[in-house]
T-cell receptor, first 113, second 115 residues
């Protein structure tokens, strides 16, 4: 039972345009959400997070939006850069913090120069 | 060290053999996690250590899997009588207990191939 779903396995975006990565979840107990970025042969690196008390969190070019009623979150990257090409994982936790994250299957983002 | 260190980076083993994977977390990080990623799948939680508390083993897939942690430092994940379905990248991560908003720091993983 996949509690965190990333339905797009891949996404290609032109450099300079906006990249939008989507994530849906089914567990209404999830209270904290994170995005991780992963390059080949490396571990995932933390990108940005949001708690359920917010609907938006922004950090530079990265913005995460949370729609609790729809159980949906998205990551916006603008403008997209070639270095953003990576696999992006959405993750969720039932408690604030880092305990036992449930990850999605990832979306491979390719930025086209 | 500066980051989370895992060894070996790659391991090929024969079905039925035991393997031991090692993780050195970031110094001072009280929480340590093991995840695995099988081909085409997301990261799957295995086990979580927090200080001197009893570990959360709820993600271990079978009793062939076990993990230990020495104090707040090194952890080893042991898989006994390996099976082909154990083939995956095993990722270790650590975090400061109070660093709630900043996520884990992952190591580069151990790629385990069972042949």
């Amino acid at each position: 039972d996949q509690q965190v779903k990333q339905n797009s396995p891949s996404l290609s975006v032109q450099e300079g345009r906006i990249s939008i990565l989507n994530c849906d979840y089914t567990n209404s107990m999830f209270d904290y959400f994170l995005w991780y970025k992963k390059y080949p042969a490396e571990g995932p690196t933390f990108l940005i997070s949001i708690s359920s008390i917010k609907d938006k969190n922004e950090d530079g070019r990265f913005t995460v939006f949370l729609n609790k009623s729809a159980k949906h979150l998205s990551l916006h990257i603008v403008p997209s850069q070639p270095g953003d090409s990576a696999v992006y994982f959405c993750a969720a936790s039932e408690v604030f913090g880092n305990e036992k994250l449930t990850f999605g299957t990832g979306t491979r983002l390719t930025i086209i120069p | 060290g500066a980051g989370v260190s895992q060894s070996p980076s790659n391991k090929v083993t024969e079905k039925g053999k035991d393997v031991e994977l090692r993780c050195d977390p970031i110094s001072g990080h009280t929480a340590l996690y093991w995840y695995r990623q099988r081909l085409g799948q997301g990261l799957e939680f295995l086990i979580y250590f927090q200080g001197n508390s009893a570990p959360d083993k709820s993600g271990l897939p079978s009793d062939r899997f076990s993990a230990e942690r020495t104090g707040e430092s090194v952890s080893t994940l042991t898989i006994q009588r390996t099976q082909q379905e154990d083939s995956a990248v095993y990722l270790c991560a650590s975090s400061l207990r109070t660093q709630g908003e900043d996520g884990y720091t992952f190591g580069s993983g151990t790629r385990l191939t069972v042949v």
